[in-house]
């Protein structure tokens, strides 16, 4: 696997907020394409902590931004996602839209939790999708965590609110293995 991951904000957030944002450049180097509206969703002044370490793995090239020309094919399909969608689709929200068009002009991955609501899309366009469990689950598979300390990550994640699809790790894991 060598395409890019396009991360919308929720699915970044699981790992920021439980400080294991560095995960993702171990696993996926020179892969890790944060989308502008993204970045632009952390810069509320309510979480600037959380900017500060995406911040941080930018100044130091593990992840990378990606703007989005407004003349450009994946603006076109970000605008139709978020302001009108084809009949029978959703709009959905800027950072899942930026993921999912960045992902359909650059042949990448979406990583997203919001499985409702993007679902159609990824579909649609024949997407490869990651959600944080699966993320999980390939740092276990590769050793960069052990089952253990994939627990404990999910815990955290839970307790900051992040929908996972199941009450632990080992859990996931057993649907998933």
Known sequence: MTEPLFFDTDCLCAF????NESLLPK???ERVIIPKPVYRELCRPGIPHLKARVDTLIKQKQVLIQEMDVYSKEY?????????PKKGQRIIGNGEAAAISLAKQYDGIVASNNLRD??????????RHMTTGDILTDAFQRGFITEDEGNDIWAQMLAKRRKLGAKSFTDYLKLKI
Do not use: S
């Open 76 to 84: 076109a399909t970000y605008y139709e996602l978020t302001e009108e």
């Open 16 to 19: 920021l907020w439980v400080r």
């Open 27 to 29: 696993l996926y180097p």
């Open 118 to 127: 993007i679902q159609g899309y990824i579909t649609e366009f024949g997407h």
